[in-house]
């Protein structure tokens, strides 16, 4: 492991390589330092890893051995803990399509600003997921990669449309079920947590919208479009429920990865009230 050890408390911690994250003593140092608003330096080497290049592994999915296939994932609302492992799930599955596009060979096509967009959403959902991973500890959703169908992942990546149209349906169901997820939250903390995540999310979605607006948008307003804004003037949401009905709907998890039904306990009445839905036709 070649994480440099933080000799004084104003240093950022240093991340050298993509696989310092898999230590434990590694992500629990980098969580620390960004909970107590300290700076964390990544180099370089940590993203362009993510490719597969640099350690003899050429699996678009990412470094080191992809785990077998996953089963059964289930989630618990009632708290904050069941409620970050669908956040986790959301992240895993982010962070490995993103790792996927930037080593395709549909990537070459792509603008220098795209390229740039889609590096950064890699390297920040890698953040994100590592983030949750080290926060949730034993309660960590499982490494899914292994779960991602791959026949799927291959058709969206055969072309530039496929790959911007799922980015961005990931980016809004991100926002959606962050907004929807809010209420239920118990601990301010988390709440805050959550309201950061979503904030980032948005961003992301506004970006893809402005480089490729959907169908029937105006270029010059898609990034911020009325479709994406209630009559209340509210940003998209959607229930734990029918985040996991989109992201089935995409067709990258295979069946069974997910438990039947994968949500165990909803939220109590004393976390909060389910509202009504809002998601646009098109994202």
Same mark, same amino acid.
């Given at each position: ?17 993509? @696989? ?6 590694? =992500?629990? =140092?980098?969580?620390? =330092? ?21 350690? +003899? ?6 470094? @080191?051995?992809?785990? +077998? ?76 990669? @292994? ?86 003037? =509210? ?36 976390? @909060? ?11």
């Amino acid at each position: 492991m070649e994480t440099r050890e933080e000799p004084g408390r104003g240093e950022p911690l240093v991340i050298a390589r993509a @696989g310092d994250l898999m230590f434990a003593s590694t =992500r629990r =140092r980098f969580v620390q =330092r960004l909970l107590a608003g300290g700076a964390v330096m990544m180099l370089p080497s940590v993203f362009s890893a993510c490719d597969g290049s640099d350690d +003899g592994n050429d699996n678009p999915l990412g470094p @080191g051995t992809i785990p +077998g296939p996953v089963t059964g994932v289930s989630f618990d609302l009632r708290s904050d803990v069941g409620i970050f492992r669908l956040v986790h799930t959301l992240e895993q599955l982010e962070g490995a399509f993103y790792t996927a596009v930037v080593a395709s060979s549909t990537f070459a096509s792509f603008s220098a600003e795209e390229k740039e967009l889609f590096v950064d959403l890699r390297n920040t959902e890698i953040i994100h997921r590592e983030f949750l991973r080290t926060a949730l500890g034993s309660q960590a959703v499982p490494d899914i990669r @292994g779960s991602i169908d791959t026949n799927v992942l291959s058709t969206i990546l055969s072309s530039r449309t496929n790959i911007v149209n799922t980015a961005r349906t990931f980016e809004h169901i991100g926002v959606a079920g962050l907004n929807g997820a809010g209420k239920y939250l118990q601990d301010a903390r988390n709440l805050l947590l959550a309201g950061k995540f979503a904030s980032v999310e948005a961003r992301h979605a506004a970006a893809l919208r402005d480089i490729s607006p959907p169908a029937g948008q105006n270029a010059n307003t898609a990034f911020a479009g009325d479709d994406i804004i209630d009559a209340n003037g =509210r940003d998209v949401k959607l229930e734990a429920g029918a985040v996991l009905t989109r992201v089935a709907a995409t067709g990258l998890l295979r069946s069974g990865t997910l438990a039947s039904p994968a949500i165990t306990a909803a939220p109590t009445a004393a976390q @909060g009230v389910p509202s009504a839905d809002f998601f646009p036709a098109n994202p």
